[in-house]
């Protein structure tokens, strides 16, 4: 079979559901197919006031399936046997607890049911007790500050962090657990019929940017030092991993298990996991010094920079920098946003409320027609809330806004961070409202491209990609304002899917790098934005004023 034959399938599990990419190994798409997390859809196992947001292993595996059936279910034996690798993304840090088999504690019948033996998916808060530990202990560790490579702050988003809580409030999961994976970790295990968790292939992504892991540690952080933090977390270290792989390496090959479940020969390759927004920075065509933006519920803004160029800089308050991350041979360097997408989500069904009361309660149409009203209402919410909110003029607005409705990821983690606006008056209606809100969410994009140039790391351009990159003109505009640099979007609807194809296809041996897959495979853009120089001016005072507001709420203001 040459390479032109071949065909490559990436898996992109995000916040909401898994999508999948059947693509050729010249780029052509030939399928793509979506299915929503159903447990999650009812946010079973989450508590939004509490900041709890767990997702069942179950949930994975239905949509896993569901998606891989869908990419297939046109193709004949022949078609088939033409695949020769399956890769994927999932969001991170989203770790579980496991048994010596590497089986997530939830899919056994005594944990089914307890949202501590789920996946903590990344938004997940509720270690911000135990983050904040970590930091406290690292910054006078005699061995050196572990968090120096993840930018100086650990998150309750991450992996120790989110371990160390649980195993403190929950003992039956704590005397069971034997070991604890990452989401990117566990699926490439699954597929290729992994039976003992000590085998499973650790990502350098998920590793070195959430776990502390570098090579200069030996690993992990040391048992003295975990164990300092908590004797509850005595032993674990030793059950995790000390090595690491980049997401070019295969994991293995397909279990006789899914092959037989998808009609696939047992010799597709499983790809080594990754995180979705180092995945799809690949799947975006990623550059040195271009910052990629992966835009949907949050964001995740990623950088390489050749190692050379760093010379052992470490860069302040940002989500890491971590040999191979994204591309072998390259320092991947991430930041992001908590909340992005979400605000928007979340201004929506703030508006929304009102009107589901009094549409669900009217006695003047049908039960059917309520419903296709309702879906409707929503469906349109945002494109009208956009359309409207475009024709504001800066000059009349006033008001300010604050993005941290999820806490702050990036510059300076600090998930306790809550929003604030300030402008309002009795003329303030909903689109300038909603604008605000908008340009919250860029202003937060520009703290993190003035943080990498405070640190001496240039921006040279912007690559824009995910939902909302697609999506959102408006958005997009803005944020083309309010940094003064045009955003280049990439062309693919499936960006992160399509850079877990190209994983794949050097994982499969179609090309000895990324870069080659990047070359052949890239959809290449789309749409640019370049800055309107007139909107450009006004947004650098009102940045001014989301700094100021910024640093008075977090300095207890209020």
């Known amino acids: 079979m040459t390479v032109s034959d071949s065909h490559i399938i990436g898996l992109d599990f995000g916040t909401d559901s898994v999508r999948g990419l059947l693509v050729s190994a010249n780029g052509t798409e030939i399928a793509h197919s979506v299915h929503q997390y159903e447990r999650w859809s009812r946010e079973e196992f989450c508590n939004r006031s509490e900041n709890r947001f767990r997702q069942h292993p179950a949930d994975y595996l239905e949509s896993m399936e ?69 930091n406290r202990l690292s910054r006078d560790w005699h061995e050196g500050d572990y968090t120096r490579y993840v930018g100086g702050i650990y998150s309750s988003e991450w992996f120790w962090a989110k371990i ?71 032993g674990i270290r030793s059950r995790l991993y000390s090595r690491t792989v980049t997401a070019d390496k295969p994991a293995g090959t397909i279990s006789k298990k899914w092959a037989g479940k998808l009609g696939l020969p047992e010799t597709v390759v499983i790809g080594s996991g990754a995180f979705d927004a180092h995945m799809g920075a690949v799947g975006g065509e990623i550059e040195p010094y271009y910052l990629s933006k992966v835009m949907g519920t949050s964001t995740c803004d ?93 000059e009349e607005s006033g008001v300010v806004a604050l993005d941290w409705l999820n806490g702050r990821r990036t510059p300076d983690a600090d998930q306790s961070l809550k929003a604030a606006v300030t402008g309002l008056d009795l003329g303030t209606d909903t689109p300038k409202l909603f604008r605000a809100f908008v340009e919250s969410t860029c202003f937060g994009a520009r703290a993190i491209v003035e943080r990498f140039k405070e640190e001496g790391i240039p921006i040279r351009g912007l690559i824009g990609m995910g939902g909302v ?15 003064r640099m045009p955003i280049r979007i990439v062309r693919s609807g499936e960006t992160c899917a399509l850079g877990a194809a190209m994983f794949g296809a050097v994982a499969a041996g179609l090309f000895d790098t990324v870069e080659e897959a990047m070359a052949s495979m890239g959809s290449g853009f789309g749409r640019e934005y370049h800055p309107d120089e007139t909107r450009s001016g006004i947004y650098e005072q009102l940045y001014q004023r989301y700094q100021q507001l910024g640093g008075r709420i977090e300095n207890g203001y209020d």
Request: proline share 5%; hydrophobic share 45%.
């Open 66 to 134: 569901a998606v891989l059936s869908g990419l297939l279910s046109g193709l004949s034996a022949h078609e088939r046997n033409t695949i020769r690798a399956i890769s994927v993304d999932t969001t991170g840090s989203t770790p579980v607890a496991v048994d010596k088999s590497g089986t997530p504690l939830a899919l056994k019948s005594d944990f089914r049911e307890n949202p501590n033996a789920m996946f903590i998916l990344w938004k997940d808060h509720t270690a911000i007790e135990e983050a904040e530990l970590i």
């Open 164 to 234: 160390l809580h649980t195993l403190r409030i929950d003992p039956k999961v704590r005397d069971t657990a034997w070991s604890w994976v990452e989401h990117c970790d566990w699926i490439p295990f699954e597929l290729s019929g992994g039976m003992d968790v000590s085998d499973m292939k650790r990502s350098r992504c998920a590793a070195g940017h959430k776990a502390m892991w570098h090579e200069k540690f030996g690993g992990l952080p040391s048992e003295e030092f975990l164990t300092a933090l908590d004797p509850l977390l005595s």
């Open 302 to 394: 990623m950088l390489i920079v050749p190692p050379e160029d760093l010379q052992g800089k470490l860069v302040k308050g940002i989500c890491g920098q971590v040999d191979g991350s994204v591309i072998p041979g390259m320092i991947g360097l991430e930041a992001g946003q908590s909340a992005f997408g979400d605000v928007y989500a979340w201004f929506r069904d703030l508006m929304a409320w009102p009107v589901e009361r009094v549409i669900s309660g009217s006695g003047l149409i049908d039960e059917e027609t309520k419903q296709k009203l309702l879906m409707e209402s929503s469906e349109m919410m945002i494109r009208e809330l956009s359309l409207a909110a475009e024709d504001v003029r800066l």
């Open 469 to 483: 990159a697609k999506k959102s003109p408006f958005v997009m505009q803005t944020l083309a304002d309010v940094l």
